[in-house]
């Protein structure tokens, strides 16, 4: 009996040990995840602005080309 209950005591042991392992990989994916959302916006702006400023380029050469 005495065996058992030792080897339930150790099972639960390394349940609870690979439960905190997980917890804190999950915490660790979730991090990650918020710092890729984080920089994807951050690309995303900065695409934006540079498709902004290549629009404004080809609408002044549009109409340099219409003074020439």
Do not use: W
């Not at 042991?13 to 991090?31: F, G, I, S, Y």
């Not at 380029?57 to 003074?67: D, F, M, P, W």
Request: charged residues 30%; without cysteine; hydrophobic residues 40%.
């Amino acid at each position: 009996m005495d065996e058992l209950l030792q080897r339930l005591e150790k099972r639960i042991r390394e349940l609870v040990d690979q439960h905190d392992r997980l917890k804190q990989a999950n915490m660790q994916l979730h991090h990650g995840k918020s710092l890729l959302a984080q920089e994807k916006n951050s690309l995303l702006a900065k695409q934006q602005k540079a498709i902004s400023q290549i629009e404004t380029l080809v609408s002044r050469l549009k109409a340099i080309e219409k003074l020439s």
